[in-house]
T-cell receptor, first 113, second 113 residues
Framework: AQRVTQPEKLLSVFKGAPVELKCNYS??????LFWYVQYSRQRLQLLLR??SRESIKGFTADLNKGETSFHLKKPFAQEEDSAMYYC???????????????FGTGTRLTIIP | EAQVTQNPRYLITVTGKKLTVTCSQN?????MSWYRQDPGLGLRQIYY???????DKGDVPEGYKVSRKEKRNFPLILESPSPNQTSLYFC????????????FGPGTRLLVL
């Protein structure tokens, strides 16, 4: 079974302060991990994915296989970062035929001006 | 405009009355999927489809059916809705697999009385 845990339902951070949204996963193979974001009155959209090793809008996430984590980080929070953030996991790269996408319960991030 | 559309956007129905929520994409995507979003539970995948006539269960398929007769359409069918299927439903599509960027629809809010 594959599982994603986001321990924080709510997170408030002052503008300019560092942000870290936690994500832990459970999967027996090699996972592919994603962060999706939903801004107010917008559709859910991809923020970044592990396979691309990219940095989007100043956010980065590192896969730590030892700690089974994929925390999302940004050094300086901006007001426009306020949104709902979801961590998600797929096992398709290591398990042919498994095309499930499993989401965490989400963290609502609020940036305080 | 490239997009995923869902209809209806809002639906109130009664227990046991069959309903269908349509999902359509105009991006020639092969992978399509359905999710439900509930408070405190995040998004949970119901069904996914790798291509025409190829569908498989997600994490919460009970009480739902899907079909993929055409590449662009992926309807979600509730043959006998129950109150515990009251939820916000999202359709999504991607180019070829779950590891590609998922493009989400606007959501369908369903209330089963």
């Amino acid at each position: 079974a594959q599982r994603v845990t986001q321990p924080e339902k709510l997170l408030s951070v002052f503008k300019g302060a560092p942000v870290e949204l936690k994500c832990n996963y459970s999967y027996s193979g090699s996972p592919e991990l994603f962060w999706y974001v939903q801004y107010s009155r917008q559709r859910l959209q991809l923020l970044l994915r592990h396979i691309s090793r990219e940095s989007i809008k100043g956010f980065t996430a590192d896969l730590n296989k030892g700690e089974t984590s994929f925390h999302l980080k940004k050094p300086f929070a901006q007001e426009e970062d306020s949104a709902m953030y979801y961590c998600a996991l797929s096992g398709s790269l290591s398990n042919f035929g498994n095309e499930k996408l499993t989401f965490g319960t989400g963290t609502r991030l609020t940036i305080i001006p | 405009e490239a997009q995923v559309t869902q209809n209806p956007r809002y639906l109130i129905t009664v227990t046991g009355k069959k309903l269908t929520v349509t999902c359509s994409q105009n991006m020639n995507h092969e992978y399509m999927s359905w999710y439900r979003q509930d408070p405190g539970l995040g998004l949970r995948q119901i069904y996914y489809s790798m291509n025409v006539e190829v569908t498989d269960k997600g994490d919460v398929p009970e009480g739902y059916k899907v079909s993929r007769k055409e590449k662009r359409n992926f309807p979600l069918i509730l043959e006998s809705p129950s109150p515990n299927q009251t939820s916000l439903y999202f359709c999504a599509s991607s180019l070829s697999s779950v590891v590609e960027t998922q493009y989400f629809g606007p959501g369908t809010r369903l209330l089963v009385l």
